[in-house]
Structure formats: C-alpha cells, structure tokens
C-alpha cells in the first residue's frame, strides 16, 4: 500500500480534547453517576471518580474536541512544502462542522492518517459529530465497511507490522526515527489544564500543530523519503 500512496491523496490529522466540565461536580446528576460507573472499571480502591475526572477527555461521551489540525504535503516545483490548518475554539458544534464541510469537499481518493487514529481520533470525530447532529462525511462513515474498505491509515498500526502487544507512543516512534521535533512546553496530559485553567486554546492549538508535523514526518520515514524542512510549514 505504501508503494503506491501518493501524498497529495493524504491528510494528516490530530485532535485535542477535554473534559466535558472542568470538574466532575459541574456534570448534572446523569452524568455524574454514569462518570462514576464508567470510572469505576480504571480507578484504583483509593481513588474517587472525581479523581480521575480528567481522563473523561479520551471518552467521547464524557470528552469534547477544542482542536483539530490537518495537514498536507505538498510538491511543486520548488519542491516540498507542508499546509497546516487548524479548527480550534470553545464551540465544538462549529469546529465539527467546519472540518466537516471541509471533508465533504475532498475527492473520493482522500486518506486520513494520524497515529492512533483507527483507536482515537477517528472514531471520536464520528461519535462527536452524531452528538451534535451532523451528518458524517463519507470519509468517516465506516459501517458496513471492511478495514481495508476505509480511508484511514494508522501511523502506529504500520508501525506494528500485526503485533498488537504494545503501544508505541508518537513521541516514542519520533524518538526512534530520530525526527527532530521542537521541545514543547506542554504534553498531552497538560491539555486540559491549559484549557480550563488558563484557557490559552493558542498554546494547544500550536502543540497540536507539531503533532500533525511529526506524523506527517514519520509516514516520509516510512516511504523512505526526505523529512520535510520545517521552514516549508505553510499555516493557512
């Protein structure tokens, strides 16, 4: 498959999300004792589920997205530059909807990658967007399809060549490919904070930016192609 992907066909993706509230005791009364139930098969006996509330952000009935960035190599005769957009913001119904129109503008052949995506970003997407309303993008409207009937590619799922034991981090795999990556103020677990604490939405959107970079740079060493220079990020 990777012999014949021609790059111009992929977007690489990757979402950031958050809790629902800031804490537990904002959820209404439902909620809270679904959270409760649902924590209750990962907590440990001495915690309590506002303890672990902030890992409600990987749930998409418990979670919202607050980003999403794409991105898109592209070659010309000067050779190759990389396009990066991002919908971003407090309103999930418009981020969702925005980056659904922009789907349903694409051509049949699209693909999108992100690493974990088939696990995470791909299924939370869809599930976000049945909660508000919107109708899937052909992209996203997987049932009934086989796997290899998908446009998706997994950046972690290659990396596994069918062993499915273990987990390889994105930050791992570039370490591994010794992709340079700019050292960033924030990691995943930090997400939520920034944004219900400080809410600087920039400073996530840029950590989400460089994800997109690194997946985009890790599918190249796939191909075994060039990394892309990172002057040749174009935001737009």
Known sequence: MLNSLSFRN??????????????????????????????????????????????AAIYAEFGKIICISIGRIVEDEQGMKFRLKSFYGDDEKVILTDFANLLNKQKNTTILCAHNGKEFDFPYLSRRMLIHGIELPEILN????????????DTMELWKFGDYKNYTSLRLLAAVFNIPTPKDDIDGSMVGSVYWD????????????????????ILLKFKGKPLLDLDSVERV
């Open 10 to 55: 992929v977007f690489f993706l990757d979402i950031e999300t958050v809790s629902q509230k800031p804490d537990l005791d904002e959820l209404d009364a439902e909620f809270q004792q679904l959270w409760d139930i649902k924590s209750g098969y990962f907590r440990k006996e001495e915690q309590s589920a506002s303890d672990v509330y902030s890992r």
């Open 142 to 153: 997987n049932a009934g399809k086989r796997p290899w009937e998908t446009n998706f590619l």
């Open 198 to 217: 400080d809410h600087d939405i920039e400073r996530i959107r840029t950590y989400c930016e460089k994800d997109v970079i690194t997946v985009a740079q």
